[in-house]
């Protein structure tokens, strides 16, 4: 239970609408999506997670240590800018794995899927490197797009429609380093 005060006290005294997730809700469930992930790569090749950032980064250091298998872990910038909406060549990566996915499993480790547009431009840009197996973990998915490029494997919380800030959702660059995840 986070008090009315801690809350403030962490957002400088900016009010929340809610708590959505706990930190207890957000650990029980990653340890979850931990097990599930551990369960489905059964063949010994590598698996590589690729969190795309900034968002997952907190999801990422959470996630990795509640699969009980080897995993290797980089990271991914992908600028949403560009005039297009859809169109896979317009994404930017800001920064690219140094990885090469070319024949291991791949799993894109996503903070929130909202409207589905960073991944729309991503997931075409990435089979293009011919990945073993390409994957989506996002911890919030608002299934507010009709289709997406790559439907979640694994999802942590079917998401509310609302602005969510904390465990590495921000607004504005704030809000991140919440333990929970809040509504604004
Ligand atoms: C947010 C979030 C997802 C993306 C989801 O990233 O982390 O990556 O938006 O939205 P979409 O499904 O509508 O594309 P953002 O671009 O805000 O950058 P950040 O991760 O650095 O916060």
């Known amino acids: 239970m986070t008090e009315p005060s801690e809350v403030l006290a962490r957002t400088g005294g900016r009010s929340v609408k809610r708590i959505v997730y706990s930190a207890a809700q957000i650990a029980e469930r990653v340890q979850g999506m931990g097990r599930e992930i551990t369960d489905h790569y059964q063949d010994g090749d590598d698996v590589l997670m690729i969190g795309l950032l900034k968002g997952s980064f907190i999801f990422v250091g959470d996630l990795v240590r509640q699969i009980t298998r080897p995993v290797q872990v980089d990271f991914l910038v992908a600028g949403s800018y560009g005039s297009g909406t859809t169109s896979s060549g317009e994404v930017r990566l800001l920064y690219d794995p140094e990885a090469k996915l070319t024949g291991r499993h791949v799993v894109v480790v996503e903070d929130i899927v909202d409207s589905g547009t960073t991944l729309n431009r991503l997931v075409p840009l990435l089979r293009q490197r011919q990945p073993k197996s390409l994957e989506l973990c996002a911890l ?45």
């Open 140 to 184: 919030l998915h608002k299934h507010l797009a009709p289709s997406i490029a790559l439907e979640p494997r694994w999802v942590g919380f079917d998401a509310p429609d609302e602005f969510l800030i904390g465990y590495g959702l921000d607004h504005s660059e704030n809000f991140r380093n919440l333990p929970f995840i809040a509504s604004l």
